[in-house]
Nanobody, 116 residues
Framework: QVQLVESGGGLVQPGGSLRLSCAASGSIDRDYDMGWYRQAPGKQRELVAVSTRDSSTTYADSVKGRFAISRDNAKNTVYLQMNNLKPEDTAVYYC??????????WGQGTQVTVSS
């Protein structure tokens, strides 16, 4: 069993910043990918950023240069620093943990709203 607990969402004005955190607990393999996805109303869930087991990172084009993903393996925690937020970043953000032999695990989601 794996649990993912997210925190850090909220309401922010355009141009502002937020930092999301996701802590994983339970039975976790040594190697895993962790990342963030988001889903806006009426849209499909999309990848925002991922940090892989070999420490490489991937970002959606729409967030490159504004968002930064990082991880603390000792704490099984991943972070998403979001800067220069735009109204189109408004969505529910979901933490994801992927293990090769066990598949995907998801957090409950945290709302991010960018509005003046």
């Amino acid at each position: 069993q794996v649990q993912l607990v997210e925190s850090g969402g909220g309401l922010v004005q355009p141009g502002g910043s937020l930092r999301l955190s996701c802590a994983a607990s339970g039975s976790i393999d040594r190697d895993y990918d962790m990342g963030w996805y988001r889903q806006a109303p009426g849209k499909q869930r999309e990848l925002v950023a991922v940090s892989t087991r070999d420490s490489s990172t991937t970002y959606a084009d729409s967030v490159k240069g504004r968002f930064a993903i990082s991880r603390d393996n000792a704490k099984n925690t991943v972070y998403l620093q979001m800067n220069n937020l735009k109204p189109e970043d408004t969505a529910v953000y979901y933490c994801n943990l992927y293990m090769f032999f066990r598949g995907d695990y998801w957090g409950q989601g945290t709302q991010v709203t960018v509005s003046s």
